[in-house]
């Protein structure tokens, strides 16, 4: 008998950490994490005092309401409506416990066992994995070579089990930035054969544009289809803490208040706090950090002639994110270790973000610099420059 988590696959982050186990690096070359999408830094110190402060209040340490504070709830949906320039209203709000949670409450109320839901490839891969613990099949949607997914691409793949359709932008791992025009292509799409639109838009606070991304929200009827997605934990530097939000119609919040009674009763109470105060008064400062993730997307673009020459091709970019194409002969599932090893450079494999019957993964590398500044970008490229590893063979045309 197989159990609901042994459907699926162990978590990735994981298993590339014990590829750390037993290997030392060497003061001339310390290690070069690129493979979690996660800043290690601490919250900054204005919001680590607002949270010494709400440790003071008796409700920090109780039970709240299982779908967040109202008060988050009410400046979360007046701040996401000014920025899409629509409507969100307090209602249509729900807090989680990180945004994994919101994704897996939102399939858990719109799916069944024997589902579909369609992901495009590279996928987040735990999107991949809730699924298959849900026994959910995950279609998979090729994005191509530009990684953007098209939409009557995705027409062909629905089905009566068909439940939605999820996105991620700006995209992980690929990093790229959906275009507005290819949001509503999908919207359009799941209206028109009354499915969902769920949107991740977790690095949505590292978009390279000053324009709203995407126009969606303004419609006045987007709560029928459009489910959207969000984090906290990168904005405000809170993972450990656990926030995220979803945005959706009233009525389908009820059914994950359900999921989330069941699984946490309530979100962290100190994280939602801190979320708060985030958002009244930390705009400026989280500018100063989009500044950051942009200088070192533009870093990477600057750099990427150091392994151009070697043959790697740059696929995506953007928020946290670049996602590589390599030019040896070996699977990036073998040459992920042999980084550690050879280079000492922690990278995902793209075969982590791609069906097993997708060889394409085997060619990818996502590398995260959320925690490499430009000169340590400008070290890891100088590092895989150095390979002289055997090339894969060229593919001629007939």
Known sequence: MT??????????????????EGVTFPDNQPLINVSQAAPVDPPPAPLRAAMADALELPETHLYGPVLGLPALRAELS???????????????????????????????????EGDEVILPTPWYF?????????????????AGADLIPDAEAARALITPRTRAISLVTPNNP?????????????????????????????????????????NLLADPNWDDTLIQLYSFSKAYRLTGHRVGAIVANAALLAEVEKFLDTVAICPSQLGQRAALWGLQNLREWLAGERDEILDRRAAINDYMPLIAAKGWKLMGCGAYFAYLEHPFAESSTTLAPKFVQEIGVLALPGTMFMPETDPSGARQFRVA???VDRAGIETLFTRLASLDWPLATPVHAA
């Open 369 to 371: 610099f959320a925690n």
């Open 174 to 214: 690929g990093g790229v930035e959906y275009p507005a025009e290819t949001l509503s292509d999908f919207l359009a799409l799941t209206r028109e054969t009354g499915i969902k639109l769920i949107v991740d838009e977790t690095y949505r606070d590292f978009d390279s544009r000053s324009n709203p991304p995407h």
């Open 3 to 20: 159990s609901r988590t042994q459907t699926t696959f162990a978590p990735p982050v994981m298993e590339a950490r014990r590829w750390l």
């Open 126 to 142: 735990n999107h991949k994995m809730w699924l298959d613990m849900c026994g959910v099949t995950a279609v998979a949607l090729s």
């Open 78 to 112: 007046a701040q996401w409506s000014a920025h899409y320039q629509g409507t969100a209203t307090p209602d249509q709000i729900a807090i989680t416990s990180g945004c994994n949670q919101a994704f897996a409450a939102t399939i858990t109320a719109i799916c069944s």
